[in-house]
């Protein structure tokens, strides 16, 4: 198959990006060390809002998790977390971040010069996701001996119903005297009408980032936005993620008026599906690149779009839009969801991570990407590896099924001519 080389093209918001996560790891690293402010650790989609009205600083462990798996140090570490009982087959974020910890090895130091994660007062996490969160921040919880509470939110559902709301809104509030007594504050719904709705409208500006993928060709790929989403995931609620990404809509709405595009020559549009192989993004990307393959959407990156949020009501907004996410629904709302973005981006191709160490992110092992092909008519492939551990990846596995999608792919054409 003939592959030319391709280089990635950068994105230069890229730069304001990394100023904003830089102030942000400093400013908990400052706070955890002379306490100028209460650290809260709080999972990638529990009540971030909620914790940032009472002035805490928010610490996402999944996004430390992220990092070791993209600068490749999960799997030295690894071994660490499975050495005190934490099963090599469960969430690689967790052993990795675990391992982390008991090794005091994390990438915050080469990247901001910072020496260990920021120290928590208080651990809050949402089982919306898994139940592994839950386990991972127990961990923390025996190490520091600091409160640990938690949203319990049923898992497979299929319509977000209004009882299921009021349970959430009530464990929500059921959180307040906790929240009070470590922050020192009293609750001010007025403060967290505000932050719900900063969050809002970051969230609709980074919703603005993922559909400008819509356009024909394509200015960004799911690769730019796994490094892209970094603000929304960790400053949602903070102005500095909105103003960070009017710069970068700004540039990706340059490129679509120049007619620029992320990969030359767009040939073929494919959706990922599941988690990134974090450790090899940019090996991905430039494969991608060059087969003139562009993956245009993934359920990843838009799992960080919570329309919910614009409620009038600030719980109940959080409690759908935690709730209305893709990873909490059932199998039915799931395959609509995927038809609506195949047919919304134009996907030609849909490519499976079936990542081992998180089912609740892998999406091909009942059935489903069968049953997607035959009904939407668009192939797929099986990529077999895992977001951390990339000794359950295989890169010449993940090479020829990826050529063997984009041979289909030129071969339907061919037959269409
Ligand atoms: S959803 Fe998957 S990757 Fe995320 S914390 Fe849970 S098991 Fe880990």
Known sequence: ??????????????????????????????????????????????????????????????????????????????????????????????????????????????????????????????????????????????????????????????????????????????????LEQVSGRRFDIDRLREVVASSYRCTMLWKKVLNAATHHPSPLTFFDGTIHMG???????????????????????????????????????????????WGKLREHAELFAAHRACAVASTYCNSWIFDPLADEDPFVGMARAYTELFIVRSEKYKEHYFEEMVRNYAVDGIIFHNAKTCPNNSNCRYGMHRRLSARLGIPHVVIDGDLNDLRLYSEEQARTQFEALVEQLQERRSSQI
């Open 1 to 178: 198959m003939t592959e030319e080389k391709t280089l990635i093209k950068k994105i230069r918001a890229t730069a304001a990006m990394r100023e904003v996560m830089a102030a942000y790891f400093l400013e908990l690293d400052d706070a955890a060390r002379t306490g100028s402010a209460k650290v809260v650790w709080c999972t990638s989609v529990g009540p971030a809002e909620l914790l940032r009205a009472f002035g805490f600083l928010v610490y996402f462990p999944e996004n430390h998790g992220a990092m070791l798996g993209s600068s490749r140090m999960a799997a030295e570490l690894i071994p660490a977390a499975n050495a005190i009982g934490y099963s090599p087959d469960i969430c690689s974020y967790l052993t990795s971040d675990v391992g982390s910890y008991l090794m005091k090895n994390t990438p915050l130091t080469k990247a901001y010069g910072i020496a260990g994660v920021p120290k928590p007062d208080l651990l809050v996490y949402n089982t919306n996701q898994c139940r592994d969160v839950q386990d991972w921040f127990a961990f923390y919880q025996r190490e520091f001996d600091v409160p640990l509470v938690g949203i319990h939110t049923p898992r497979a559902v299929d319509e977000v119903t209004g009882e299921i709301v009021a349970g959430l809104v009530a464990q929500e509030k059921a959180l307040l005297p906790t």
């Open 231 to 277: 603000p929304a995931v960790v400053l949602r609620g903070d102005e500095r993620a909105e103003r960070y990404y009017e710069v970068l809509i700004a540039e990706l709405e340059e490129r679509i008026a120049g007619g620029v595009s992320a990969v030359d020559g767009e040939a073929h549009r494919f959706y990922w599906e599941g988690m990134p192989v």
